[in-house]
T-cell receptor, first 110, second 114 residues
Framework: GQNIDQPTEMTATEGAIVQINCTYQ??????LFWYQQHAGEAPTFLSY????GLEEKGRFSSFLSRSKGYSYLLLKELQMKDSASYLC???????????FGSGTKLNVKP | EAQVTQNPRYLITVTGKKLTVTCSQN?????MSWYRQDPGLGLRQIYY???????DKGDVPEGYKVSRKEKRNFPLILESPSPNQTSLYFC?????????????FGPGTRLTVT
């Protein structure tokens, strides 16, 4: 199986920048996904990284270091609507199975 | 509108009473999957299907069955539900199970087994 770790909860202020970390140990790495999940709703796709480095997508960026088994999601100019859980996930070597971290609940305060 | 639908959204049942949670997608996706979500444990994969008549176990398949007779539908069957199956269930689909495709999730089914 896979071992994926994320902080349980974080708090940040509206307008600020927050970094949500995810570390993983996998047998055969095939990239890493980030999903956003608002309370009581379904997860929705944010990003997928398979190569090292930072990928920017508007206010959200995702970083990957394969040598360190580490990824982070960077959220800039935080808005209240960014209050949600953020889930990282890694696929199996053949993309048949998916392993999710327990999620990081982000609270954005005014 | 492209979507994954699940029914019912909420269900309270008793131990041992067989139930089925339906899942349907209208995106012609090959890959479908079921997850359960429990506090502190995150999403755990129950079963997945690569295509019609092709299903396989995820990480937590005990107590569940699935079938994939049509491409759009992937029902989850609990033959004899037990209280430890009380959870939030999500169905998901993606274009294919052979590449890095995003998954589209249904709205979830909250199941309580007493």
């Amino acid at each position: 199986g896979q071992n994926i770790d994320q902080p349980t909860e974080m708090t940040a202020t509206e307008g600020a920048i927050v970094q949500i970390n995810c570390t993983y140990q996998t047998s055969g790495f095939n990239g890493l996904f980030w999903y956003q999940q608002h309370a009581g709703e379904a997860p929705t796709f944010l990003s997928y990284n398979v190569l090292d480095g930072l990928e920017e997508k508007g206010r959200f960026s995702s970083f990957l270091s394969r040598s360190k088994g580490y990824s982070y999601l960077l959220l800039k100019e935080l808005q209240m609507k960014d209050s949600a859980s953020y889930l990282c996930a890694v696929p199996s070597y053949n993309f048949n199975k998916f392993y999710f971290g327990s999620g990081t609940k982000l609270n954005v305060k005014p | 509108e492209a979507q994954v639908t699940q029914n019912p959204r909420y269900l309270i049942t008793v131990t041992g009473k067989k139930l089925t949670v339906t899942c349907s997608q209208n995106m012609n996706h090959e890959y479908m999957s079921w997850y359960r979500q429990d506090p502190g444990l995150g999403l755990r994969q129950i079963y997945y299907s690569m295509n019609v008549e092709v299903t396989d176990k995820g990480d937590v398949p005990e107590g569940y069955k699935v079938s994939r007779k049509e491409k759009r539908n992937f029902p989850l069957i609990l033959e004899s539900p037990s209280p430890n199956q009380t959870s939030l269930y999500f169905c998901a689909s993606s274009l294919s199970g052979t590449g890095a495709y995003e998954q589209y999730f249904g709205p979830g089914t909250r199941l309580t087994v007493t």
